[in-house]
């Protein structure tokens, strides 16, 4: 094989804008997504679980007393509270304390505000809470809690982690005094606890913010399978009244810390366009509806006061809605065949756009083409794009479950014509119909999904190098497609499955190879290869494409073709492009071959001397970060130069380059 390339870009010809919503991402809450994401570091806040291992506390937490007859019984919740209260009895004669434990992740030196919802009898007059050393009992912090009233009450405190701190256990006791023991004294009960730290951000971890900052991905998702038995308006105004609900999804119990009002704040504060998909299996087109007056309407319709009682007064301005969420599944609550959904997704489409005709709708579509037909000729007219989800895998690709890992590279990394195969039929039918040509394409879900896969070997190849090339390759293909793709949305934000390109520690919640707990290192933060992927393309500044050829060795597509009509692909996947002052020349080149490769730059019509280059590659193909070695894979970057009129560099294996060509003099 050829170890040169040659990349020519035609400078003086622009094919079409590319738009700054193809770098977007997806939070959904599934699995530890939300829990990974969030910064409260106690679970069961509301005592929401039954009794588990010790009988009558609530099953997150762990009764601690010196008592011999101390007694814990979970009870109704206050009013307008949902989940338990956790009620404690103690004797005097014992002399002694009770009260309740939890170890936790902790960020050092931290100031953690802890909120506490309660009740106590008479004699009962404070609560101690402290946070200890897990092993040692040795004190970092304490703080008395003095309660005021009989009745139920809201209490604060703060407790501060010491630096060089990253696990502790949090405690909160009451001690027995001396009072004459009766069925009515001793009595104290919690039905919210919870702790967090100074620094959040809409409830969200400073370092998760951090990293999703820089992503600068342009639009987050609020979606995926449990919103369709999301009932938004459970999860807005005051938490403490948000009632517990079963995550119908995927088990456990939904997220109530994270609704609309924090996603919005948490938007704005990164800096990106939220993408609200609305509950169509088990919703109506009149919630659907309420849900957009909540976000977009004035202090003067209904669901805008509310809002604004909130301590939201000026309107949100959600522009982007999304009608259902893979519905053609047998996995989804409400799921239906395609003229049921396009029937139904009218009624919602109207009732939606009568609170706001500014909206922008996207109704789901499929893989399969006959789903999206049906769904284009019944409501293409109200429609302003369709969503598609694609998750190439060693199964829909042709490949055996039993491949070696270098031949699951050689499928995955098909990703690009794999896309291009699908949204290639989706276009055919809008440019069909020329009352449909207003409609464009929302990737509003993708990644590599390798399950099923081989011995995991205690890992996930979404977290490898070879994922993150994949990943890539498949980028490209969205700026090829740009002239009809307006919206993708990595899958997903944080953790959940094991997709996530920011991870809170290793633990892979949805298999059992995840590493154990003592070495998980929750406080640990990070991004895969693929976050870094993400990161070079979204912050690269490219918005108008150039016309681009490439002289480099083809390989040959692994697997059953059945997907596709190929037999061959470039090893090298390039685009190239202007950012808006026409002053730089972006080339993404990703070298999805086995070997290196020295690659030559042709600028036709663009006078350069000076360049940048951001590289993100390994030796070893399945090289991934953890929480152990965090940048084990990260962007490096260098300046290059014009040698003879021309820019060379030579490509590593399987690698991901960001080339920055700067105009003369500029």
């Known amino acids: 094989m050829s170890t040169t390339a040659s990349i020519h870009v035609n400078c003086s010809k622009s094919l079409h804008r590319i738009s700054p919503y193809l770098w977007g991402n997806f939070v959904e809450d599934i699995r530890d997504h939300m829990e990974a994401m969030l910064a409260y570091p106690i679970k069961g806040m509301d005592f929401e679980q039954e009794a588990d291992a010790a009988p009558g506390v609530s099953g997150a937490w762990t009764p601690i007393t010196n008592g011999k007859t101390t007694h814990f019984s979970l009870e109704p919740a206050a009013p307008k509270h949902s989940g338990h209260s956790q009620s404690i009895k103690v004797y005097s004669a014992d002399k002694g304390f009770a009260g309740l434990s939890q170890n936790i992740s902790v960020q050092a030196d931290t100031t953690y505000t802890v909120s506490i919802y309660a009740r106590a009898s008479l004699e009962i007059k404070s609560a101690v809470i402290d946070l200890v050393h897990p092993s040692t009992g040795t004190e970092y912090d304490s703080a008395t809690i003095t309660f005021t009233s009989h009745d139920w009450r809201a209490y604060a405190g703060k407790l501060h982690v010491p630096a060089g701190c990253t696990q502790a256990v949090f405690r909160i006791r009451v001690f027995a005094g001396e009072w004459e023991d009766s069925i009515v004294s001793g009595m104290v009960w919690f039905d919210h606890v919870s702790l967090l730290p100074a620094d959040h951000v809409a409830g969200v971890k400073r370092a998760v913010f951090e990293l999703t900052k820089e992503l600068n991905c342009g639009m987050l998702r609020f979606g995926g399978n449990h919103i369709s038995s999301y009932h938004w308006q459970h999860f807005v105004g005051p938490i403490e009244y948000r009632p517990s609900m079963r995550n119908e999804a995927w088990g456990g119990w939904a997220t109530k810390y994270f609704g609309t009002d924090e996603l919005i704040e948490f938007c704005r504060m990164v800096g990106v366009e939220p993408l609200i998909c609305v509950n169509f299996g088990s919703g109506t087109p009149e919630e659907a509806a309420l849900w957009v007056e909540y976000c977009n309407g004035d202090e003067t319709t209904a669901m805008g006061a509310l809002r604004a009682s909130h301590g939201h007064p000026e309107p949100y301005k959600v522009r982007f809605w999304e009608v259902g969420n893979e519905v053609y599944g047998k996995w989804q ?80 990394r098909c990703f690009p014509e794999y896309t291009r195969r699908i949204l290639q039929k989706a276009a055919r039918l809008i440019e069909g119909a020329p009352y449909l040509r207003h409609i464009k394409l929302a990737l509003t879900e993708y990644n590599t999904m390798y399950q099923p896969q081989p011995e995991r070997q205690g890992f996930a190849y979404e977290h490898t190098l070879q994922s993150a090339v994949a990943n890539a390759a498949n980028l490209n293909e969205l700026i090829r497609g740009g002239d009809r793709i307006e919206v993708a949305n990595f899958s997903d934000l944080v953790n959940g499955w094991q997709g996530g390109c920011i991870r809170v520690g290793d633990y892979l919640a949805d298999q059992n190879h995840g590493e154990k707990d003592d070495i998980c290192r929750h406080h640990v933060v990070y991004g895969t290869p693929t976050y870094h992927v993400l990161k070079l393309y979204g912050n690269s500044g490219i918005r108008q494409m150039l016309s681009t050829s490439v002289a480099c060795d083809e390989f040959q597509i692994e697997g059953e073709h059945a997907w596709t009509d190929l037999d061959k692909a470039p090893v090298l996947d390039v685009v190239s492009g202007l950012d808006d002052e026409r002053a730089n020349v972006i080339v993404f080149v990703v070298n999805r071959g086995l070997e290196e490769m020295e690659c030559h730059f042709d600028l036709d019509g663009f006078s350069s001397e000076t360049g940048h280059v951001w590289e993100i590659s390994s030796d070893d193909l399945n090289a991934r970060n953890t929480s152990q070695n965090p940048d084990a894979i990260k962007c490096a970057s260098t300046e290059i130069y014009q040698m003879k009129n021309q820019y060379r560099y030579r490509l590593q294996a399987h690698s991901v380059y960001k080339f920055k060509f700067h105009k003369r003099n500029h």
Not at 342 to 365: E, K, N
Request: proline fraction near 2%; charged fraction near 15%; include cysteine.
């Open 333 to 412: 609550i409400g799921h239906c065949d395609a003229r049921a959904y396009a029937t139904r997704y009218l009624a919602f489409a109207h009732a939606m756009q009568a609170v706001d005709p500014s909206i922008t709708l996207m109704a789901c579509g499929h893989v399969e083409a006959a789903w999206n037909e049906t769904v284009l000729r019944t409501a293409g007219e109200m429609m302003d794009m369709l969503t598609v989800h694609i998750y190439p895998g060693i199964r829909n690709m042709g490949q055996s479950s039993s491949a070696s890992s270098v031949d699951v590279f050689k499928t995955m």
